[in-house]
């Protein structure tokens, strides 16, 4: 029984790949609605939904899941909903707010990632941009990734029940996230995360961890995952990897 | 007695002010811990926290509240936090993630806000990225805020209970959030603002309804709410309100 849609821009992993990884972990099936046969499936159901033409709450973007009655839009918002219904997440008070605050701070760091290729405008072209993306790229890989890459480093370093997850003694879903996000800035920024990573042993080791996790294993090695371009949140652009030269 | 203790940069209102207000309204004391004198208060306990020095679940940023022994960071999570606790939200499963999706959109909405004057780096100064920042500003208020805007707006029109609130017939803590929002876009860009909301009826009867309660009105007359400056989260930088002149 297939209860889950996930709608999401269909050739990119994008921001809906957070919500797929999580998924695929807790074994759940889902449709891929904008990924299918267009018709009663395809993009149609989901600008009906960015219209707003449907009834209840209305999504401002993608990704949006729906689980029964429910139309979940915010890729944290969705990861919260799915860490409480299928343990993905610590179950008492303090531990939600904690995964959830995780994962906000990794959702800040993606939009800052975002931001490298698109400084200007999210609308307009990155090569309608590329002098603004080079600065922002220069700052980002000297200032903002090594702030956040440490501080998770730093959380993981810190976690009172081993330094091997983000949150207690298994995975959960701002693990998953984390994951995806070094996995997107190697793609990205191949040559400055070479560099950066020698830092963050504790990071890479949980990004092993989880490439290696069964079910994700099987998931990436799958057609269902979407494979990096540059129409997405990562992009490789060798001349934003190189911010020191001209 | 005050329990709680909120954490934020002294001199501007920034991301601080959501949780302010969601305290504000809901008549809970407390600390604004940075801006009382130095001491055993001051600057010196946030850097405490941010320096990972503190034991517990470190924030990677201002504003974090400490509730009893929890120390909660990220605006989405402690309005979550508050919401629950001092009924500023639905106490439903799915009253609670729309108020949550809702608050999110406008976080997203605000860090591109803050863009719009730091678009290459948050780092450095405005009067370095003013170029820039001209680009970014053009294209926001043309594409963005009224993609934004018209989307809250007609939010409010879809609810069920009544244009007056975005969820159900009472204020919540999205409402505040907007409310701060739309007054932060008229001090940063007034000449813009003027000719969206036109368009914006329910959003101004909204923000003029917030601005109205009691409770919110003797917070504004305080001492206690920090006049915009060029400092903050909401600039008035006439140059990027005016994108259309060279």
Redesign the interface.
């Known amino acids: 029984m297939s209860e889950y849609e996930l709608y999401y821009w269909p050739g990119i992993q994008g921001r809906g790949e957070f919500v797929r990884l999580a998924l695929e972990l807790a074994g759940i099936p889902y449709r891929d609605v904008a990924r299918l046969p267009e018709g009663k499936d395809g993009l149609k159901p989901l600008m009906y939904f960015l219209d707003?033409k449907a009834m209840g709450?209305?999504?401002?973007a993608p990704p949006f899941l729906k689980a029964g009655?429910?139309v979940?839009?915010?890729t944290?918002?969705i990861l919260?909903?799915l860490g409480a219904r299928h343990d993905l997440a610590p179950s008492d008070e303090?531990g939600r707010?904690?995964a959830?605050?995780l994962q906000?701070?990794i959702g800040?760091f993606v939009?800052e990632i975002h931001?490298t290729h698109h400084?200007?405008?999210?609308?307009?072209y990155y090569e309608d941009?590329i002098e603004?993306a080079k600065?922002?790229s220069k700052?980002?890989l000297k200032?903002?990734a090594p702030k956040?890459l440490r501080?998770f480093e730093?959380?993981l370093a810190?976690n009172e029940a081993g330094p091997a997850h983000l949150i207690g003694d298994r995975l959960t879903y701002p693990d998953l996230s984390l994951f995806q996000t070094l996995t997107g800035l190697r793609y990205g920024f191949p040559r400055a995360m070479a560099a950066l990573e020698k830092k963050l042993p504790l990071t890479v080791a949980l990004h092993d961890r989880v490439h290696a996790h069964p079910k994700i294993a099987a998931y990436l090695a799958s057609p269902r995952r979407i494979a990096f371009n540059e129409q997405g949140l990562f992009r490789h652009y060798p001349e934003l990897d190189r911010p020191d030269r001209k």
Chains 1, 2 share one sequence.
């Open positions: 707003g709450h209305a999504p401002f009655g429910l979940i839009g915010q944290a918002n919260m909903f303090a707010l904690w959830n605050q906000l701070t800040d939009a931001d400084p200007v405008a999210s609308g307009l941009q603004e600065k922002r700052d980002f200032a903002r956040y501080y730093r959380i810190r």
